[in-house]
């Protein structure tokens, strides 16, 4: 129940340029305190099974940069019937709890809020990223997850639907069929290389809470990529990627391969409200680069005041510096909500407001001395027909975000030399 992986100095192609001390910090979680109000989604999946190639006890081999996980930092072992342990494959890992990724430190669970920790379980962002030998024709995934279930909203998107993108394109897709309880696998077929050092990746179906257990080539073999700089995004169901029609489409895992960085999606559905035990998570993780987008969900379930955000947001801002001092730290304010926007919550507060208050605080955080803090305003970066439901970006909105979002940091971060 442990960090995984370094943060690493922003790798070159990722355009941009961290602290020559990102990504040194060992992970350990602390935290108290969080809110109670319940959270639409998915139930999570047990993670009792264990991965090929893996120990069930987390923590037992190192990760470079100073954190340790099940499957990471890893060479790639292959057993009977080529089948590889996919932990040297899996990215957008922050924690592990034994074989599977969480996005919360299991060691920490009981000082978050329930729906967080709920929300935690579905392995958001989660991918395989791989390189192929020549020959080899298809890559093929063992796995367990969730039989689908009723279905809470949003755009329809098919059940156990993995996707295959190739530097950067979408690739093909694949469904996967598992029985109640029972394992299954899926089949990707890869287009030929265009050059030796290509790319694939492979996107989950994440509201299954897919364990993937085995990895192997068809036709020749597949190596992990490269590891990428990790950027860690947290926030709430915006960031978590509702309501993109794809995992791939959501917009932390768009501007993550624009900015050729390794995105690790900490969006959590019905909270991301700034809960301090998560700052300091946040603090503990090796990161290149973090960005904190959140502050709707002050507006409501959990009505907050403008003066309680102001003073938030520095909290928060602040825990997050204690272990990342010279990081590029970039804060996103609330989109549009058209319905929030001039009217007031439980506590008295337009949506208006409580932007104004958040990027208060930021800017008078920059006042103070931090350089490496910025801000991007996210009223003006959507319109009402970038909405699916009013609140949540469709497609078309979550490229608009994305897009924002990698400008802002090629604008503020010092591009390498």
């Known amino acids: 129940m442990t960090a995984s992986e370094d943060g690493g100095p922003m790798a070159a192609g990722g355009g941009i340029e961290a602290d020559p001390a990102a990504g040194q910090e060992t992970a350990a979680g602390q935290g108290a305190g969080g809110g109670q109000e319940a959270v639409p989604g998915q139930e999570t999946a047990a993670g009792q099974e264990t991965a090929a190639g893996q120990e069930t006890a987390a923590g037992q081999e190192t990760v470079p940069g100073g954190g340790s996980g099940?499957?990471?930092?890893?060479?790639?072992?292959?057993?009977?019937?080529?089948?590889?342990?996919?932990g040297p494959y899996l990215r957008g890992v922050a924690w592990w709890d034994g074989p599977r990724p969480v996005r919360v430190d299991p060691?920490?669970?009981?000082?978050?809020?329930?729906?967080?920790?709920?929300?935690?379980?579905?392995?958001?962002?989660?991918?395989?990223?791989?390189?192929?030998?020549?020959g080899t024709r298809a890559v093929e995934l063992r796995y367990r997850a969730r039989v689908p279930g009723r279905k809470d909203g949003g755009p329809s998107v098919p059940p156990h639907l993995f996707a295959l993108w190739r530097d950067g394109r979408p690739a093909g897709e694949a469904y996967g069929a598992p029985a109640a309880g029972g394992e299954a696998a899926a089949v990707l077929d890869l287009p030929r290389p265009e050059r030796p050092d290509e790319v694939f990746t492979v996107y989950l179906?994440?509201?299954?809470?897919?364990?993937?257990?085995?990895?192997?080539?068809?036709?020749?073999g597949i190596a992990p990529a490269p590891r990428r700089a990790r950027w860690a995004v947290y926030g709430d169901s915006i960031t978590e990627g509702w309501w993109a029609t794809r995992p791939a489409h959501a917009w932390p895992a768009a501007a993550g391969r624009a900015l050729g960085l390794d995105p690790v999606n900490l969006?959590?559905?019905?909270?991301?409200?700034?809960?301090?035990?998560?700052?300091?998570?946040?603090?503990?993780l090796p990161a290149a680069l973090i960005t904190l987008a959140f502050g709707t969900?002050?507006?409501?379930?959990v009505p907050?005041?403008?003066?309680?955000?102001?003073?938030?947001?520095?909290?928060?801002?602040?825990?997050?510096?204690?272990?990342?001092?010279?990081?590029?730290l970039l804060v996103v304010s609330p989109l549009l909500r058209p319905?929030?926007?001039?009217?007031?919550?439980?506590?008295?507060?337009?949506?208006?407001e409580l932007?104004?208050?958040?990027?208060?605080?930021?800017?008078?955080?920059?006042?103070?001395?931090?350089?490496?803090?910025?801000?991007?305003?996210?009223?003006?970066?959507?319109?009402?027909?970038?909405?699916?439901?009013?609140?949540?970006?469709?497609?078309?909105?979550?490229?608009?975000?994305?897009?924002?979002v990698v400008d802002a940091v090629r604008t503020h971060v010092r591009p390498r030399p």
């Open 205 to 220: 179906p994440e509201a299954a809470a897919p364990l993937v257990l085995a990895v192997r080539g068809l036709g020749g």
């Open 70 to 86: 099940a499957g990471a930092g890893r060479e790639p072992r292959e057993g009977a019937g080529g089948w590889c342990d996919p």
């Open 267 to 284: 969006g959590y559905a019905g909270t991301g409200r700034g809960e301090l035990p998560v700052a300091r998570q946040l603090a503990a």
């Open 339 to 352: 319905a929030a926007e001039a009217a007031p919550n439980g506590a008295g507060a337009t949506l208006a």
């Open 107 to 134: 060691s920490v669970v009981g000082v978050l809020p329930w729906e967080l920790v709920e929300r935690a379980a579905l392995p958001v962002g989660v991918r395989l990223e791989l390189t192929a030998a020549p």
């Open 355 to 404: 932007r104004a208050a958040l990027e208060e605080a930021v800017r008078d955080l920059r006042a103070a001395g931090d350089d490496r803090l910025f801000l991007l305003p996210g009223h003006p970066l959507l319109d009402p027909g970038h909405l699916w439901d009013g609140l949540h970006p469709n497609d078309a909105g979550h490229a608009r975000l994305a897009a924002a």
């Open 297 to 301: 969900n002050c507006w409501e379930p």
């Open 304 to 328: 907050t005041t403008p003066a309680r955000l102001y003073a938030l947001t520095r909290a928060f801002a602040g825990t997050v510096r204690t272990g990342h001092p010279r990081t590029p």
